[in-house]
């Protein structure tokens, strides 16, 4: 009787939204709560609060959700809301590199806020990649790599298109209520599931990752500087089997195949 009456009652949840300044935290929630997007920027001064009503599985939801300031002067605001917290959006905009770099600086803050950081296990965290219909500087690859090697959930959003936010946002009620209902889940991450749920393997994404985005030639191979011609085909032979695109699903896969060609070619034909 007290468990039918129990699971009547709406269950009550807390979402904290974390980032830089201007990433678009507040944009982020407003589309998904309002349906409309803010042209003007207005700093968020200290915390905004706002409760929106799902449903999950049948199960009524109501949403508690903190928006927090991201600029420095608001630390002492923003520290007393870190704990008791089932659902952490991590925003960045993927046309500030510095935005997707201080994201490991806004985990740490709550690590250190958190009167038990053991309770971060029992909290939902997804990585929202903001500003996909702008030019950006971190590709999806680089952020989908952060946040899946940490056992974060990943989307890719736009506030002001609305790519990707209602999908976001209904991926985390549900684990949210997942996590309250049956307890946390172990990491998903590369390093424990070797890729199979994903569709590719850890070894995939690294190889993709350094063809982009390492500077020198041999390094985008795996190789040390003045490797020697048979080690340079060797490593080619091993990559294009890893990433042919006709054989790998993983993000980013048929450009890492092109710049994967175009090095080999400028090390055989120049650095021999």
């Given at each position: 009787m007290d468990s039918d009456k129990s699971a009547s009652q709406p269950l009550r949840v807390k979402v904290i939204s974390m980032g830089n300044p201007k990433v678009g935290k507040s944009c982020v929630i407003k589309r998904y709560c309002e349906k409309r997007f803010i042209t003007k920027y207005l700093a968020t001064i200290g915390i905004d609060y706002g409760v929106t009503k799902v449903t999950v599985q049948d199960r009524e939801v109501r949403v508690n959700i903190f928006d927090m300031a991201g600029h420095p002067i608001f630390y002492q605001v923003r520290n007393e809301f870190y704990n008791e917290t089932n659902g952490i959006l991590l925003v960045y905009d993927v046309t500030d590199r510095n935005s997707f770099g201080a994201l490991q600086e806004w985990l740490d803050e709550m690590k250190n806020e958190m009167g038990n950081p053991s309770?971060?296990?029992?909290?939902?965290?997804?990585?929202?990649?903001?500003?996909?219909?702008?030019k950006r500087?971190?590709?999806?690859?680089?952020?989908?790599?952060?946040?899946?090697?940490?056992?974060?959930?990943?989307?890719?959003?736009?506030?002001?298109?609305?790519?990707?936010?209602?999908?976001?946002f209904e991926t985390l009620f549900r684990e949210m209520v997942n996590v309250l209902e049956n307890g946390p889940q172990p990491l998903v991450t590369p390093e424990n599931t070797s890729g199979l749920s994903?569709?590719?393997t850890k070894e995939q994404i690294e190889a993709i990752?350094?063809?982009?985005?390492?500077?020198n030639s041999f390094e985008k191979l795996g190789l040390k500087v003045g490797a020697t011609r048979d080690e340079v085909n060797k490593a080619y032979r091993r990559l294009a089997v890893l990433l042919h695109p006709d054989k790998s699903i993983a993000p980013g896969s048929e450009d890492a195949f092109?710049?994967?060609?175009?090095?080999?070619?400028?090390?055989?034909?120049?650095?021999?």
């Open positions: 309770d971060m296990s029992n909290g939902v965290f997804i990585v929202c990649a903001n500003k996909i219909d702008k500087e971190v590709e999806e690859l680089e952020g989908r790599l952060w946040a899946e090697t940490k056992g974060f959930l990943y989307f890719e959003t736009s506030a002001q298109s609305g790519q990707g936010i209602t999908d976001m994903m569709g590719y990752h350094r063809l982009k985005y390492c500077k092109k710049i994967l060609v175009k090095v080999r070619s400028t090390l055989l034909n120049i650095a021999f």
